[in-house]
């Protein structure tokens, strides 16, 4: 009832506003129209004179007064719709029959979600943004909108750099034999021989490492049609589990703005296992647990632990 | 195909060969390993009847292993080896005037095969003419190639259902410390097997000429 009774007061001070207007409006344009005529003949020049000030004084306090007028009416309209948060859906409060439709309440409901949403959004990104553990495009999502540049120029190198970083690391350590396929394709796949103790296969995308596959010496890396077997998995279980590790520490070694650091770190850690068989557990001093070697290897100091002793 | 090692387990006092063997098996379920059939080694021994002048007569061993059923090894005393198919052994009875059969000197190992881990263990029975002579284990770690590298794990496992009769690394290594085990692996196991025979057949008859 009292939203009605303040619309009928408002479209009675609106259509007095509306009629201000036009007054002032008009008494605007007789000010320019005697402007524009000018002094009308007199006998004096005084005479003309004074006519003319005296008319133009009148109608420069007719457009005063008008204006004054109106600013006193528009002080009754006020500003129901501008100031209202959801600006012209704020309008559906308006509606008497609460009971039925409830629109008003379920919009105001939705857009205090949308807020909420919208806040917890913002604090999820910067927490991820600090952690950057982009590993593919399909994660860059929404972020690569912001940071165009940095992510796609890591991931799409030109081969002849993949090349050249692989046997730089290939140079460093002579007791890791590594060589390098493209059999799809741009990204490149490694058979990294240690010594003569293992055999690892590394997939690559770019210089970002996706998988690898660590077998035995004496084990087939291709299969029968003479392609690189990626899949299988080692058939000794010393293997299996030095798989798992190496897993382990492709997760582990991550910095994205300098893949190349990666792949050296990463083979830095798989040389280590040059002495899998003759280094014992450094916490038990035993070689074999469950009948497994230590197959664990610490990612900063590279020292031998059995899986369960490394804790 | 990894590293393999052959040796002697003597024989627990006042028990029977088979009783020994027993409480290796025993051991090594204990251990976890898992049973995997059997397997079987033998030899025969062949002399020389041809004089060549000047030339000391070595003896000729034919050795058959149930691992390379389809295969047959042929070594020289102290010289070379060879592996040939199976009709190898059909040969040998053609060249019958050059070789002569030492059917005494049959030498026959038996027993079961057990897998734990990436180890094989072979625990069999030494035989020579029907009479048990003493027992051999085999211990064989799959995933390494180089006998020097593994030989400490090996010996650890070893002793952990052997315990403190292990034997020093083999002396077929001993020479080849970093050289490839692979290629060779079924000549360098039957050498230890044949040290091994020759071993026990000079334990049970002292004094006596073996040729």
Not at chain 1, 110 to 136: F, I, M, P, T
Not at chain 1, 188 to 199: H, M, P, Q, W
Not at chain 1, 230 to 251: C, E, G, N, P
Not at chain 2, 108 to 134: H, N, P, Q, W
Request: some cysteine.
């Amino acid at each position: 009832m009292a939203d009605a009774l303040h619309v009928g007061v408002n479209l009675d001070a609106f259509s007095h506003a509306i009629s201000g207007i036009q007054a002032l409006r008009s008494s605007v344009s007789r000010v320019f129209e005697s402007l524009k005529d000018g002094m009308k003949n007199r006998e004096t020049l005084e005479g003309r004179e004074k006519i003319f000030i005296s008319g133009f004084q009148e109608q420069l306090q007719s457009v005063n007064r008008d204006l004054n007028e109106l600013e006193r009416l528009s002080g009754l309209v006020g500003r129901p719709s501008e100031s209202h948060p959801l600006h012209n859906s704020g309008l559906l409060s308006l509606d008497p029959v609460q009971d039925k439709t409830p629109l008003y309440s379920q919009l105001l409901q939705a857009y205090k979600w949308s807020n909420k949403l919208q806040y917890h959004a913002g604090l999820a990104s910067s927490l991820l943004n600090q952690q950057s553990l982009k590993r593919s495009a399909n994660q860059m999502g929404a972020s690569a909108k912001r940071r165009p540049k940095v992510q796609p120029s890591t991931l799409v190198l030109p081969p002849q750099y993949v090349d050249d970083v692989i046997s730089r690391i290939g140079r460093m350590f002579p007791d890791l034999t590594i060589e390098l396929f493209r059999p799809n394709g741009t990204s490149a796949v490694l058979l990294v021989t240690l010594g003569k103790v293992l055999k690892a296969i590394v997939v690559m995308r770019s210089l970002f490492i996706d998988r690898t596959v660590v077998r035995g010496f004496n084990e087939n890396v291709y299969t029968e049609d003479g392609k690189l077997d990626i899949w299988s998995k080692s058939q000794y279980q010393v293997f299996q589990k030095v798989t798992d590790h190496a897993t382990t520490a492709l997760l582990h070694y991550q910095l994205p703005q300098m893949p190349d650091v990666v792949v050296r770190s990463f083979m830095t850690w798989l040389r280590s296992y040059i002495k899998l068989f003759q280094s014992p557990c450094q916490r038990c001093g035993r070689f074999l647990q469950d009948g497994l070697p230590p197959t664990w290897r610490d990612f900063r100091t590279l020292e031998a632990f059995h899986d369960t002793c490394r804790m | 195909m990894g590293v393999t090692c052959v040796c002697q387990v003597p024989v627990a006092e006042g028990k029977s060969v088979q009783q020994s063997v027993d409480i290796v098996h025993k051991k090594l379920e204990q251990l976890g390993a898992v049973k995997q059939g059997s397997f079987w080694v033998d030899c025969e021994t062949y002399h020389p009847t041809g004089n060549v002048s000047g030339q000391p007569s070595k003896l000729l061993y034919v050795m058959h292993n149930s691992e390379t059923p389809l295969s047959c090894m042929g070594l020289f005393e102290g010289g070379p080896c060879l592996i040939a198919d199976a009709n190898f052994d059909v040969l040998m009875v053609k060249l019958k005037s050059h070789f002569q059969n030492a059917k005494a000197h049959k030498v026959e190992c038996r027993g079961s095969r057990y897998r734990y881990c990436d180890f094989l263990i072979k625990v069999g029975t030494v035989t020579m003419s029907s009479s048990a002579r003493g027992i051999s284990v085999e211990v064989e770690y799959c995933p390494c190639v180089v006998p020097g590298e593994c030989w400490n794990l090996t010996k650890e496992f070893m002793q952990s259902f052997l315990g403190p009769s292990v034997p020093e690394l083999p002396s077929v290594f001993a020479a080849k410390p970093e050289g490839l085990f692979a290629p060779s692996d079924c000549i360098d196991t039957m050498t230890q097997y044949l040290e091994l025979f020759n071993k026990l057949r000079k334990m049970q008859m002292p004094g006596s000429n073996v040729r």
